[in-house]
Nanobody, 125 residues
Framework: VQLQASGGGWVQPGASLKLSCVAS????????VGWFRQAPGKEREGISC????????YYAKDVKGRFTIFRDSAKNAVILQMENLKPEDTAIYYC???????????????????WGKGTLVTVSS
């Protein structure tokens, strides 16, 4: 499966953005999909993911209540809707996917073999 992440940009604090992870080459139907981000000078962190095999949806503490992950089956995509963005959300955002049958903790990047190129999100006034 090939992944394309898009939707990043520059926004002011409090604004919203919608990131899309569109897949080609395979249906995402049984894939776990995760969103990760890496800020300058920091390690990559898993911020949200879903796994249709065990029906798990995960949000990191820093984004819970502000970000929503959901599947857009018509577009073979997984969306990350981000609300009330903060400067500390500034990072490159990546999506990753792999068979949900083999991923028990979808927030761990090392579990994934398929990654999209990142999309930059900048939150600044």
């Amino acid at each position: 499966v090939q992944l394309q992440a898009s939707g990043g940009g520059w926004v002011q604090p409090g604004a919203s953005l919608k990131l899309s992870c569109v897949a080609s080459g395979s249906s995402l139907g049984r894939y776990a999909v995760g969103w990760f981000r890496q800020a300058p000078g920091k390690e990559r962190e898993g911020i949200s993911c879903l796994n249709p095999v065990d029906n798990r949806i995960y949000y990191a503490k820093d984004v819970k209540g502000r970000f929503t992950i959901f599947r857009d089956s018509a577009k073979n995509a997984v969306i990350l809707q981000m609300e009330n963005l903060k400067p500390e959300d500034t990072a490159i955002y990546y999506c990753a996917a792999d068979s949900g049958d083999y991923i028990s903790r979808c927030w761990i990047g090392a579990n994934y073999h398929n990654w999209g190129k990142g999309t930059l999100v900048t939150v600044s006034s």
